[in-house]
Each structure stands twice: as structure tokens, then as C-alpha cells.
């Protein structure tokens, strides 16, 4: 099991070698109690509805998650 905090930075990288990003938030569903997504760009205080777009524009769900240990590395296609 990892915690939250260690997702933090970590680079991404997919199944092909391809990197992806590094992870700067970690989007929470309360509901689910579980990660929902990773997001690679960082959020300022842009208005709801810019984040929102930025989240799914700039994100990688975390079912596609396949190993994470110096990096991150998830399925090409998810």
C-alpha cells in the first residue's frame, strides 16, 4: 500500500516507455473512499469550471495505475 503523500512528484510513465508527467495533486473520490485520478499540471486559482476542464484535460485515472514505485506506471490504454 502506498500513502497519498509518497504520489506526490513521482514521474508517470506508461506501459510503452512514454512519459506522462509527474504527479502534482491527487484528485480523492469522498465518496468511494479512494484515488479518482492523478493530475499532472498544477491548479492555480482558476475559476470551477477551468478546473474542472483542467482536471480531465491533465489527469490520469488511477484504475490505470499498474506499479508504483520510483515512478508510476501505468497502462497505455485505459
Request: aromatic share 6%; no cysteine; glycine share 4%.
Amino acid at each position: 500500500m502506498v500513502s497519498i503523500s509518497e504520489l506526490y512528484g513521482k514521474r508517470i510513465i506508461s506501459t510503452s516507455g512514454k512519459w506522462l508527467g509527474e504527479v502534482e495533486h491527487v484528485i480523492i473520490d469522498l465518496e468511494e473512499k479512494r484515488v479518482s485520478h492523478l493530475l499532472t499540471a498544477k491548479i492555480d486559482q482558476a475559476k470551477t469550471e477551468d478546473m474542472l476542464k483542467k482536471i480531465f484535460k491533465d489527469s490520469i485515472k488511477y484504475e490505470r495505475v499498474k506499479r508504483v514505485s520510483d515512478t508510476i506506471l501505468v497502462d497505455e490504454h485505459a
